[in-house]
């Protein structure tokens, strides 16, 4: 295996990493104290100004929609990707998400956010000619956003075919029912197209019943119910909200490749969506170490500084391995996708996601407790970092779902051999 950059990823990189240095990061603290402003007195979704900002300065220097994949970017990555017109492997795209991933504004400056990413690649391999068109050229162009509706609060959503929302088949349209929740992004008032997922047809074979539908937000029907916290943030500008669909019709033209497809849609989906999370919360781990490090040496308790006492260079030891290990297993997944493609992956895919989480989670801990009381106060941004390693622990699948699948692979082996 090799997990050497292209010349092209390793330019990428280090101009990401440019960006990241000299425009976001800098401005991060204003833009925390900003956003808690908005939420005491205004608007804390209509995106602050400043996002704007950085993000024409990103698409002037060509470093915009950097998700795009190799093989299915063709004329969308030339005409809103990165400069030389063709998208990267995900093993090239990987230490692009870790650094957009030290920031919690990183990725939507670089129209890299979720679930955006995951809609667009949906729209790239699996959408017609007109929904191009229609949806996935103004979402290349970050004029609007999306969202991505799956989750139920009805039933254990972790098992995708107790799926109850329904998306029927009528003449020539598709009829719309269910109500979904933790659907990321729909507080932002650019969200302007959910992509649905619902059951067709319940009596196909499980892995046949669903299909994914794209569903115009001002669609008659449709309802933001509530916004959700996480913890008790509201994950602004994006956000994730209960949504109910009553009697909504669209065309049938709507579905995304066929009806029944919604499944396979969803693992094609979520394989790179996957990676991406990863190596972000590998970035989010990486700032936290940093700023853990630099605390430690600044501050001083009992006449010495903090790093030197109760065990703190050790608990600092063992985050830079645990960032270590995780960053080649992550790599080692994302090589495996781009040789075979996600079923050439299964056990690998879900094994990152059981295991970066929960070593981000605990390294962002340790950093907080290096930080006392300002740790878990919006003036550092170790607080909303650990919420959103632990709801990653979640999202995408709960770790027990992935600690059985690579469970069921490892004995597959031995079952095979008997």
């Known amino acids: 295996m090799d997990f050497t950059p292209s010349a092209r990823a390793a330019d990428l990189t280090a101009r990401v990493a440019d960006f990241m240095a000299t425009e976001v990061t800098p401005i991060e603290a204003d833009y925390r104290r900003d956003l808690a402003e908005a939420r005491r ?30 093989e299915h970017a063709g004329e969308y990555a030339a005409r809103f990707g990165t400069d030389g017109g063709v998208g990267l492997s995900n093993v090239d795209y990987a230490p692009l998400a870790e650094l957009m991933g030290r920031s919690e504004i990183g990725p939507l400056v670089f129209n890299c956010n979720a679930p955006d990413t995951g809609n667009m690649e949906v729209l790239l391999r699996y959408g017609s000619d007109d929904q191009r068109r229609e949806w996935l050229e103004p979402l290349l162009a970050g004029e609007i956003r999306s969202a991505f509706t799956m989750t139920e609060p009805g039933v254990a959503s972790s098992d995708a075919t107790n799926m109850e929302a329904t998306a029927v088949v009528d003449g020539d349209e598709v009829v719309i029912n269910g109500r979904k929740w933790w659907s990321t992004g729909v507080g932002n008032p650019h969200c302007k197209i959910f992509v649905f997922m619902g059951v067709t047809d319940p009596d196909a074979d499980r892995h046949r019943r669903h299909s994914m539908v794209l569903v115009p937000r001002d669609t008659p029907g449709v309802k933001v119910e509530r916004m959700l916290t996480t913890m008790g943030i509201y994950d602004e500008p994006l956000g994730h909200g209960e ?176």
């Open 243 to 418: 949504v109910s669909f009553t009697d909504v019709r669209v065309p049938a033209s709507n579905v995304v490749s066929g009806p029944g497809e919604g499944f396979a849609i969803a693992q094609g989906r979520l394989g790179p969506g996957r990676v991406h999370h990863c190596m972000r919360l590998i970035g989010l781990a990486e700032a936290a170490l940093e700023l853990a490090c630099r605390r430690g040496l600044e501050r001083t308790a009992f006449g010495k500084p903090l790093v030197n006492l109760g065990g703190n260079r050790e608990r600092i030891a063992d985050a830079r391995i645990a960032i270590d290990q995780a960053r080649l297993l992550v790599l080692h997944a994302a090589w495996k996708l781009d040789q075979g493609g996600p079923m050439n992956a299964l056990a690998d895919v879900s094994a990152i996601k059981v295991a970066v989480p929960t070593m981000a989670q605990r390294v962002i801990d340790m950093a907080l407790q290096l930080h006392g009381g300002g740790g878990m106060s919006d003036d550092f941004p170790l607080a909303a970092a650990w919420i959103g390693a632990r709801s990653l622990r979640l999202a995408d699948g709960p770790d027990e779902v992935h600690r059985g699948m690579v469970a069921r692979l490892e004995l597959g082996k031995y079952q095979a051999a008997r």
């Open 41 to 70: 007195t205004g608007d804390p979704w209509t995106p602050l100004p400043v996002l704007a900002e950085l993000q024409g300065k990103a698409r002037a220097q060509g470093l915009w929609n950097l998700f795009l994949p190799v």
